[in-house]
């Protein structure tokens, strides 16, 4: 068990969202990807929880979620949490990161220290994690509103990229933000040593939060704080009012926030993550001791599978039996009436496919 | 309906054997290539009847198989052949292809001209073939043993070879048959001109083969006679005895008889035989026109299927829908509780897999 030390209560802000595709067909609109047990034998959600728990340090987690996974979190996890253990923020609809922040930031109080996670990431090194969570609060303490920068170990174009500035204690200033650059650019940001992912995760006081987005998206503040104002409580569960939520034009913490604000910052941070984004990311974060075989060629293995030949296969199996010969980098997934077999770079279309559409 | 020309009655002999792995998941030991539905609508079997029928001025065919087989030809061929229309010959055991045909010889007259077919190749061209048939029949007349030489179009290292010798009217003599080459000697033989694939396709006498074996193979011959002169008969069906037939030692009509023999002929044919060794054998025998849906990049697909930016892919479904993402030259078969993924190169290894070997 690692902890981060700090005097400050840090409050957990668990995003769910997504649309559940690009792991299709296991992820799917009904039980998409935090919600699946992929790298080991816990959800990605399970282990999002995991990371912040109260014997960590932490406060009790705020989950902010879409209505159509409100039960699924509610009875999955009645068992492991009471509902004095987390408060669940029910979205009446899909607007993005910035307004489902917003509306945890609208319930702490200003002066609280929200820490922002995606709840279908992979983090395999738990002390880094800590360490930058240390190393943010220190920062946002100072009122900036710091972002996580995953240091990056390939030229991914799938990725938005953060340019690092003046230095700054623990961390750096935010020169830039940039847009999911194309392969060219991707290479020279590799290169330069100077960019590192956004990889979605935050931290900030709540109160600094509101007053930049005050300031930056004031419209999008005015409907927030009324669909909380004739919000309903259900328990654990908070249920914001959707007529006002629903006007929201739909925008990202990137976007409304951190590309606007002059205290942004950055803690560049190496802790072995993965968006667990495609089925060929899932195959790099398996570790080779987990739920899957692996081999020396490459090879990782769920289920009922025999592979000749192969190197750098992915194969993972619901109930029939996957026979593979001669294949390199390529991930077979059998679920259901579903059979997938892509390539590394075709698993970036799989959202694409009509299967992944009708789900 | 084209039809050879010929004033000799030419009986066809159906050679069903085979352990059917090669096209498993499909083809299994119980329901093997030949009866499989796989170019076109008809099985291999009735395509292979197709080619010899009456109409086309050939003699009632007498079907050698095995036991195991009995009942699949008996029952699921009974619609379209009557007791009348064929003879069955049931091997007590497998033995390779010299004691089969030899069951066939020694049940006709000696004079009776022999055309000895095997049940699991595709021909695409049927006049091509009725006319070697007819150049064949010419030879044999002459008491040659005549095997078809497939024109070959790659440096195949799966089939054996035979070399042309001394010209003959319609054919050749055989100057040498070659075991299954290396690559590069089948690179050779292919950049040679002088060799063709041995089909597996014979025309003698049935006198002619008997007097061979009988120098050659003195002790299969009368192992041979006793098993028929103890056979039993069911209806259309002759049932050798087991004991005599189960002493002999197996070995394939080459080895026992064409390549000692001094009267073997070769008649070349290029004729779109394909003898479906592997799914990519299948899969450069489908036409485009036909049960598969193929496209402009080489893909052909049977059932239900999703392909992405794939060239070359086969897939075939006998129910679970196959997406497929960025793949080139690779075979996908769904076929019940199991599914195959292989490489070209891979598909000459499918007998081989685990799962073919339970099958």
Redesign the interface.
């Given at each position: 068990m690692t902890s981060f030390s700090s005097d400050v209560l840090v409050h957990p802000v668990i995003l769910c969202g997504g649309s559940g595709t690009r792991l299709w067909?296991l992820s799917t609109s009904a039980i998409p990807k935090p919600f699946l047990p992929l790298v080991g034998e816990q959800t990605l959600f399970q282990e999002t929880l995991a990371r912040v728990t109260p014997d960590a340090g932490f406060a009790t987690p705020i989950i902010v979620a879409g209505r159509q996974h409100r039960a699924l979190i509610e009875t999955h996890f009645a068992a492991h949490l009471a509902p004095a253990d987390y408060s669940l923020i029910v979205e009446p609809a899909a607007r993005g990161t910035a307004p489902a922040i917003a509306l945890a930031a609208a319930m702490l109080d200003p002066s609280a220290m929200m820490l922002v996670c995606p709840s279908d990431h992979h983090i395999a090194d738990l002390p880094a994690f800590h360490g930058a969570v240390s190393a943010a609060c220190a920062l946002a303490q100072e009122d900036r509103l710091v972002a996580f920068g995953i240091a990056p170990d390939r030229p991914e174009t799938g990725y938005g990229y953060v340019r690092r500035g003046a230095p700054l204690a623990g961390g750096y200033e935010i020169a830039e933000f940039v847009e999911k650059p194309d392969l060219a650019r991707a290479k020279a940001y590799l290169g330069s040593g100077e960019y590192s992912w956004n990889g979605g995760i935050f931290m900030f006081r709540a109160g600094v939060l509101l007053a930049e987005l005050r300031r930056h998206r004031p419209q999008m503040i005015e409907q927030v704080e009324a669909a909380l104002s004739q919000s309903v409580r259900e328990g654990a569960a908070t249920l914001p009012a959707a007529e006002p939520f629903s006007k929201i034009v739909g925008e990202s913490i990137d976007h409304a926030v951190m590309e606007n604000t002059k205290h942004a910052a950055i803690v560049p941070v190496e802790m072995g993550w993965s968006d667990i984004g495609t089925w060929a990311a899932l195959h790099d974060a398996l570790p080779s001791n987990g739920a899957f075989r692996s081999d020396t060629e490459g090879n990782h293995v769920s289920g009922n599978a025999?592979l000749?030949?192969c190197r750098g296969v992915f194969a993972l199996?619901d109930?029939?039996?996957?026979?593979?010969?001669?294949?390199e980098d390529?991930s077979?997934v059998?679920h259901?009436?579903?059979?997938?077999?892509?390539?590394r770079?075709?698993?970036q279309?799989?959202g694409?496919?009509?299967?992944?559409q009708q789900s």
């Open positions: 067909p025999d000749v030949d199996s109930g029939p039996r996957i026979s593979a010969i001669g294949l390529i077979i059998v259901g009436a579903e059979v997938l077999v892509t390539t770079d075709g698993a279309l799989v694409q496919l009509p299967g992944a």
